[in-house]
């Protein structure tokens, strides 16, 4: 979702109802269709190239150090949730693999890793007495980084809810965005002492939320009601914006504070000045519950209205904590959702993908690459953020190894490809993002898809659980050493 605008030229965002109309008729520089790198365009002096994972998705362990049980061990046990019965209690086994898989990191020439602390590691019962031998894992971890001179890339939350909390109502309890701040401001100091200084507060919202809370597909496995979702959703961003606070009460200066989220990726469907404004509507409208709010510190006119008797109970002050300022805005960037102008009141469209439109091998995975060049550029445009991280994107695809051992994953090699090229555009048209974080480094624990989509740049063999690097992982090697694509 990338604007081609010249870069100092975008213009102002103007919070308000009035404002939003009034951008749907606007035009942008003409210069926005000029901007047409090379074939090897260069990334940025000091670009940050680097790979991510996630606790559970890799970790296994489950019942080592004194760990408590995660929403997801519930889920990933219970019956038909997950296909082919798999569970994350062994994964990838990196609890215990780190070690390897940070030299394949410094092979691959990445200078930053992007992890997620298991919540039930730290805190078993999700608050109360803290556990030291599950941060004593981090810290290992974290040491061996540093001594590859990779960057540590925190992220506090991401999914693995501690059973406990959501035996009391997960995040339909308000209660538990405050618990959330009590293990993030614990950690934060913890791993800040270590040398951590980028912290992110949760990983995709939306998702946790919609998938978790609404649709039933992820753990808790939940079909609420539209107003008691809403309720749950604010009370996410609110333990975002309570955590944001309690970092930087205990961490160290010079920390660095944001969160990767997921956002709608509006993307115009043609670059005609009336789409490229739709799509900026659409960004804004489209994740009102998320982006907005936490950037804005405000719903949408449009949001609530459309709620109506199901909207959030909320109060100015959480809406404040909400918004507290961020340093880092991390998006996590995977397909389109193209939209175009409409002269109906909502003013833009969004489009339905017909079933032949390509996608990688999970259906939900549209390709769509131009959605790395848009996104950046109309969330700079709306919200102005310090720095943007892509935080994740990549591809499932079914790798196996040929007859020479080989795994020439050329699906992902062609989406990486032009995705990064993308993504290259929006920093040319002046979109401020410092860094990019392939999903995933592992073929791993892939939610209720269980071990059968595999995401990784290094195969994962789940019989006896040896990596192999694969052909995308040669390619990116490739980029981060040139700093071009």
Known sequence: MKKLWSRRELSKLVVGAAAVSMASTRSWPES???????????????????????????????????????????????????????????ADDFYHRYVGDIKLMAELG???????????????????????????????????????????YVTLYHWDLPQALQDRGGWENRDTAYRLAEYAGYVSRELGAAGVRHFFTTNEIRSFITSGYERGRDAPGLNLSPKRLAQAKHYAVLGHGLSVQAIRAHSPAG?????????????????????????????????????????????TPRYLQDLG???????????????????????????????????????????????????????????????LRWTPLLVNDLWKPKAIFITENGCSSDDAPNQSGEIIDLARGMYLRNCIAQLQRAIAAGAPVKGYFVWSLLDNFEWPSGFSERFGIVYVDFANLQRKPKLSFSLYQSIIAKNAI
């Not at 996630?54 to 489950?62: D, F, H, N």
């Not at 019962?125 to 960057?151: C, T, W």
């Not at 709608?264 to 982006?291: G, H, K, Q």
């Open 309 to 371: 008797a199901n909207a959030p109970q909320f109060t100015d002050a959480e809406l404040k904590i909400i918004h507290s300022p961020v340093d880092l805005v991390g998006l996590n960037i995977y397909g389109p959702q193209y939209v175009r102008a409409s002269d109906a009141v909502a003013e833009y469209e969004v489009l339905q993908q017909p079933a032949t439109f390509p996608h990688m091998q999970s259906e939900w995975l549209s390709i769509g690459p131009e959605c």
């Open 110 to 152: 990445v200078k930053a890793f992007r992890f997620s602390i298991a919540w039930p590691r730290v805190f078993p019962q999700g608050s109360g007495a803290a556990n030291p031998k599950g941060l004593d894992f981090y810290k290992r971890m974290i040491l061996e980084l540093q001594r590859h001179g990779i960057v540590p």
């Open 32 to 90: 926005r269709a000029t901007v047409s790198p090379s074939d090897k365009a260069p990334f940025p002096p000091g670009f940050v190239w680097g790979t991510a994972t996630s606790a559970y998705q890799v970790e296994g362990a489950v019942n080592e150090d004194g760990r408590g049980v995660s929403i997801w061990d519930t889920f990933a046990h219970t019956a038909g949730k997950i296909r082919g019965g798999a569970t994350g209690d062994i």
């Open 255 to 299: 920390t660095l504070v944001g969160l990767a989220e997921n956002p709608t990726a509006s993307t115009p469907v043609t670059e005609s000045d009336r789409d490229i404004n739709a799509a900026r509507i659409a960004m804004r409208e489209e994740n009102a519950a998320y982006l907005t709010v936490i950037l804005e510190g405000r719903y």
